[in-house]
C-alpha cells in the first residue's frame, strides 16, 4: 500500500483551481493524479468528459447482491489569492507539527485521500471484500459543479443501483468529537453589475451631477440587511421550516463556546438573526453575503475618477426547503424595487444548489427500515466513531453546501452519510488552509471499520 | 522652431504615471524631454529634486524692471487603465483627423506643449523680448503635488519677483468658447478600510454570525449623501459662501444644453444638490465621491468567501472658503458616527488642496490696480481671445482642481491666469483620452500675442 501522506503531498502539489482558466495544467494533473491512483487499487477507471472539468468515476463491482457504496470527493479547490498572506507556499505541501499546510489539504484532498487509503488498505486485507464500490470524484466543486446534472443525466441508472454516498467534505468541529452532517444549506450565487455614466469620469469636472455607480451599488447593497442582522427581502424567510427538536439537542451536546469562537474568528460582537445562537445561525438560518466588490481604481495612491461601472459578487445560503431559484428572483426584484434612478442594474447568473437534509435512524417520526443497508451503514458508522474517536458522533445540519448531495439524492434516491473530517482551524477558502495528519489517521481507520461492517466482514 | 504636434508626440511616447512606482523610466523620461526642450529655446534650466518627482525650473531673466510670468504645467500624467478600454494604445500618439489620442494628451502635456510652443515662436521672433519668463513644470500634479509645498519653501523666494502665473490646465467647454477659470474647487482623499475577521472565511461555514465588511462598508458609504443629491455629513456646507451674481451671469451666457450634457455623459438623469443646474452644481458645489471600492473576490466565477477586509477610496470637491482638514474630520467623524459594531476603521490619509478664487478687474467690488501686471495681463488675455477664437471669454470658476494655484498664492501672493484648452470630449483621466490639434494652433497663436503684449512689444 503506498504512503497516504506522501500521495496527499503529491495530490496537493497539483494547482487545480477549477474557477481560474489559466490552470488547466493543475486541474489535468489532479485529474491524472486520482485515476492513477485508483486504477492502481484495481478499480475499473473511466474520465468521464465535461463541458469544463471531467469526473473520475471508478469502479469495483463483484456480484450485484454485495452492498455498494459510492464514495464522493472533489479534486478541485478554491483559488489561493490573496498569496501573500501564505506563510507557506499555498502548492508546495509543508508538514508543521503533525499538520499539512497547502490549499486543498482540507478541502477536499485530505479528506478524499483517507477515503481512497481506507479502501485500500482494506482491499490490501481483503483482496475478496465483498463489497461494491464506486468512486465519483469531481473537478467542478468549487465552481458549483456546474456539469454535475449534465453527468447525472447519463450516470444516475447507474447510480441507483447504490446503496447509499459516502463523503468526508464537511466539518469536524473539534479533534475529538465527530459530526455525521444530516443537513447542508443550498446556494444561489450571482453577480450585480451597476453602470452610471458611460465611460469613466473626470471627478472634478462631472462630480456633482450624476450618480457614482459605487454609491449606487453600496445603497443597494446597504438596503439587503436589517440592523438587526436579518435579510431585508421580501419573501425571503417565507419557506424557512422549523427547527427539529433533536436538532437543537444534538447542537447543545456539541456546546462551543461563544468567546471562543469569536477569537477565532477575530470579531468583538456576532451579527445574528434574532433569537439565535451563532452556532444556531450557520446551521439553521439562511444568509445573504456579499463575497466581493469591486470598482473604479484600485491602485496606489489616488485617482480622481467617477467610474462607469461597479460590481457586487451576492451569494445566499439557503436552508431546507428554501428554492434557490426562487430566491433569486426575490433578491433580484428587491434589488429592482431599490436602485437609485440614473444607473443601469444587470445581472450575470452565477450557480445554484438545492439545500439537502437526511433523517438518521431512529430520529425520525416514521419507522426506519432498518434492513436497508443505509441504515446499517448509519449505525456502522456510528460504531466506528464510538470506538476511534471515544465519543459518539452527533447528528447536525451544516452551514456549508455540497449542492451535488441533494442532486444525487433527487436523481438516484441515494441518500449521503456525510462524516466530517476538517477542523475549524483548517482556514478553508483562506490562506494557510492545512489538514490535521492525526485526523487523518483516525479517519483511515474509521472508515475501513465503516466499509468492512457494511460488508458484512 | 521645432514642430510642435510632433514634439508632442515624443511627450506623450513616454508613460510619465506618477502614482505608479512601476513607472520610474518613463516619469525620468518625461522630465528629461521638458529639461531638453526648455534648454534648446535658451532657458537656464534647473531639476529640483523633491522627495518623489523632480520639478523642472527653467528661467529666462533679463532686466529685473521687466513683466515676469511664470508659466505652469506638469509633465506627469493619471494612470492609463483600464487598458482594454483603450482604442489605440495609450502611450502611443496616433493622430486620427485633426485630433491626437494619448494618455495625457490634453492632460497636460498638449496644453504645456502650446505654451511651450508660444514662447518658442515668440522667442524666434524676439530674440531680446523683454519679458523675464519662468517655466514651472512640475511631475505629480496627478498625485496632489505632495511635494510642491517643500519645494515653495526654497523657491518662493524667487518666485516672489514675478507678476502672475499663466497655465493651461483647465476646461474649454466649446471649440469656440474660451473660458478664464477664476476659481477652482480644492480637495481631499482618504481611504476608508473596513476589517472584519481576522482572516478570509468560508461563507458556508461561518455566514450568519458576523458582520461582512463589504456590508459594513456599504452601509457606511450608503449613508453619505441624502436621496436629494446632498451630502450627508453635518457641517460639510457651513463654510460654503454665496455664488456672485456676476458669476451665475458668466455662466448663463455660456448656456449649455442639459440633454446634450446627459448624452454625453451617458446618462438618463441627473443628480445633483437641491437648486442647482448640472452646470452650476459642477462649478459653485462640493462633493463626496467615491473613486475606487473593492474587497473579497473579484476574479472570474465565484468564491465563496467572507472578506476580511474591504475599502473605498473617497474624495471631496470643496469649493471657496472650505478648509480641507476641517471636511475631512467631518467626513471622518460622521462615518466612525456610523460604523456598525463588528468592524474595524482605519483611514488612510491621501493629499489635499485649497479651493483658490482670483477676481479678474472689473469685476471686484473694490477697485483694481490697472497698473499692475496681472490687471495687464487679463486684458491682454482677453484681447487675444477675442482676436483668435472670435469671441470674449467667460470668467468662470471650475469644478476642477489645482491644488498647488492656492499655494502658490498662500506663499507668494502670486494670482492665476487660467485659460482652458481641454474640451469636454477629451475625456481627461479616462480611456480614449485626446487633445484637439486646431484648439492647440489657435492656442499657440493666443498664448504668444498675450505674451507679447504683456512684454509691451
Redesign the interface.
Known amino acids: 500500500m503506498f504512503d497516504p501522506v506522501e500521495k496527499l503531498k503529491e495530490f496537493i502539489r497539483h494547482p487545480s483551481i477549477s474557477?481560474?482558466?489559466m490552470q488547466k495544467e493543475g486541474m489535468l494533473g489532479a485529474q491524472k493524479f486520482v485515476s492513477s491512483i485508483l486504477g492502481e487499487l484495481g478499480f475499473k477507471v473511466e474520465v468521464v468528459p465535461t463541458a469544463m472539468h471531467p469526473i473520475v468515476y471508478a469502479e469495483r463491482i463483484g456480484n450485484p447482491a454485495w452492498p455498494h457504496v459510492v464514495i464522493y470527493g472533489h479534486y478541485d479547490v478554491?483559488?489561493a489569492?490573496?498569496l501573500n498572506?501564505w506563510k507557506t507556499p499555498a502548492f508546495e505541501p509543508t508538514i508543521i507539527g503533525t499538520r499539512i499546510y497547502g490549499r486543498g489539504a482540507a478541502d477536499n484532498k485530505g479528506p478524499l485521500m483517507t477515503n481512497i487509503a481506507a479502501i485500500g488498505y482494506l482491499l490490501e486485507k481483503n483482496p475478496n471484500l465483498p463489497l461494491n464500490i464506486t468512486f465519483l470524484v469531481e473537478g467542478e466543486e468549487e465552481?458549483?459543479s456546474p456539469s454535475f446534472p449534465e453527468f447525472l443525466k447519463t450516470y444516475a441508472a447507474r447510480l441507483k443501483k447504490a446503496d447509499f454516498v459516502y463523503l468526508s467534505d464537511t466539518?469536524l468541529p473539534t479533534p475529538d468529537q465527530v459530526v455525521i452532517t444530516c443537513g447542508l444549506?443550498g446556494?444561489t450565487?450571482f453577480d450585480l453589475q451597476v453602470t452610471?455614466?458611460?465611460?469613466?469620469?473626470?471627478?472634478?469636472?462631472?462630480?456633482?451631477?450624476?450618480?457614482?455607480p459605487?454609491?449606487a451599488?453600496?445603497?443597494i447593497?446597504?438596503?439587503?440587511?436589517t440592523?438587526d442582522g436579518r435579510v431585508n427581502v421580501p419573501g425571503f424567510y417565507d419557506d424557512v421550516l422549523d427547527v427539529h427538536p433533536w436538532e437543537r439537542e444534538q447542537l447543545k451536546k456539541l456546546g462551543g463556546d461563544e468567546k471562543k469562537?469569536a477569537e477565532f474568528?477575530?470579531?468583538?460582537?456576532?451579527?445574528?438573526?434574532p433569537g439565535?445562537t451563532?452556532f444556531e445561525?450557520?446551521r439553521f438560518?439562511?444568509?445573504l453575503?456579499?463575497?466581493?466588490?469591486?470598482?473604479?481604481?484600485?491602485?496606489?495612491?489616488?485617482?480622481?475618477?467617477?467610474?462607469?461601472k461597479?460590481f457586487?459578487?451576492i451569494?445566499c445560503?439557503l436552508v431546507a426547503n428554501q428554492d434557490p431559484d426562487k430566491i433569486k428572483q426575490l433578491v433580484i426584484a428587491a434589488i429592482k424595487s431599490r436602485a437609485?434612478?440614473?444607473v443601469k442594474l444587470e445581472f450575470i447568473d452565477?450557480?445554484k444548489g438545492d439545500a439537502y437534509v437526511v433523517v438518521p435512524p431512529d430520529r425520525s417520526n416514521t419507522p426506519v427500515d432498518q434492513s436497508k443497508v443505509l441504515a446499517q451503514a448509519f449505525r456502522a458508522t456510528d460504531a466506528a466513531v464510538q470506538k476511534y474517536w471515544g465519543k459518539a458522533p452527533l447528528y447536525l445540519r451544516?452551514?456549508?453546501?455540497v449542492p451535488i448531495i441533494a442532486q444525487i439524492k433527487a436523481a438516484t434516491g441515494l441518500d449521503s452519510i456525510m462524516l466530517g473530517l476538517f477542523l475549524?482551524e483548517d482556514?478553508?477558502?483562506?490562506?494557510?488552509e492545512g489538514f490535521s495528519l492525526e485526523v487523518m489517521k483516525k479517519g483511515i481507520a474509521t472508515a475501513e471499520s465503516i466499509f468492512a461492517s457494511v460488508a458484512g466482514i
Open positions: 474557477a481560474d482558466s478554491q483559488p489569492d490573496p498572506l465552481m458549483g466539518l444549506r446556494m450565487l452610471g455614466p458611460k465611460s469613466d469620469l473626470h471627478s472634478g469636472l462631472h462630480g456633482g451631477v450624476l450618480r457614482n459605487i454609491q451599488l453600496t445603497e447593497c446597504a438596503s439587503l440587511h440592523p469562537y474568528l477575530g470579531i468583538d460582537s456576532f451579527y445574528t438573526s439565535l451563532p445561525a450557520v438560518a439562511p444568509t453575503e456579499f463575497n466581493g466588490i469591486g470598482g473604479g481604481y484600485q491602485g496606489e495612491g489616488t485617482k480622481t475618477v467617477i467610474p462607469s461597479a457586487a459578487k451569494s445560503r437609485p434612478s440614473g452565477q450557480h451544516e452551514g456549508g453546501s475549524p482556514n478553508l477558502h483562506a490562506p494557510n
